[in-house]
């Protein structure tokens, strides 16, 4: 089939790539230099020229913090886009999959989040992004939106990454015990999308919708560096584990608001055929390639 993606070069578009070798499907893939998608013209050339099956949206403005003071840009990216993305996808009457996030959450929540929850974001970052959700529903009905948390992988900049380095540069590092979520390694959330292709190649019947789809164990960054630092040291990646000290959000402040308890979860995942992310799985294979 073929398949229109965009934001290769980030870190779900990396892994999405990798996922479709060896497969028969035909690709075009655009970086931001090749296809800006907030730019009606471009994304109206590029998916005429196309004529895809499906279109993937894995563009996004991510630099949480940066968006507080670049809200123009970030709602160009992450609303914008998506909906110039969504118009074509329902001319062409083909499925659009997009991914937001749990920043889309206030993060007060005590038991994970369900799709069907009240959203309420913090910050500019997931008020664009909760924009992008809106004006994907109101513009193509066969939309898949996944709800992603705390995606790494070996491309980018990532916390695993991050984690890995600082490792090898210090004794001891703090870390933040108090904001809970669900890591997600972007090769499952690429293969989850993948799924959702073929389904729709094999005209399986897809349920349109939002759906969460991140790690299956919540942890905190503090858990989560942790067992980086448990792996890491066991593969080798590492010489050794620096001293780990727990701090409280109030300890690290950050331009954007981070939701405290953003843990998600998504009992019809199924509908999809797809399953949450193995994140310990996940990690195992980043720090044997990074
Ligand atoms: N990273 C996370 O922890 C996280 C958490 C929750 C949800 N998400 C969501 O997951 C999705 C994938 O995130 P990611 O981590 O793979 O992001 P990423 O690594 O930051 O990549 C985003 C890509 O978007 C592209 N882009 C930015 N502006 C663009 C524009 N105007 N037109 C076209 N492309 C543009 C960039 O392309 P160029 O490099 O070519 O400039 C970049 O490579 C996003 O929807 C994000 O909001 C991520």
Redesign the pocket.
Known sequence: MRILL????????RCFQDVLTGTDHALFA????E?????AQQVAEVVQQVKPDIIV???????VDKAETDSGNAY???AT?PELLAKQAADLDIPFV??????VFDGEAVEPYLPTDETNPQGVYGAS?LAGERAVKAACEKYIIL???????E?????VKTMVRLARERDALSVVADQYGCP?Y?GD?AKAILHICEQHEHDKPLVWGTYHYCGDTPTSWHGFARAIFAKAEVLGVIDKRPQLKAISSDQYPTPAKRPEYSVMKDENLSLLGITPSDWFAGLRSVLNRI
């Open positions: 965009t934001g290769k070069n980030g870190q779900l578009g655009y970086g931001s230099a296809l800006n998608i907030a730019d949206n894995a563009a996004a403005y991510t630099t160009l990216v992450n886009g997009h991914v937001s996030t749990d920043y992004k709800r992603t948390a705390w995606v790494f992988s491309y980018g900049n990532n916390f997600t972007a959330l």
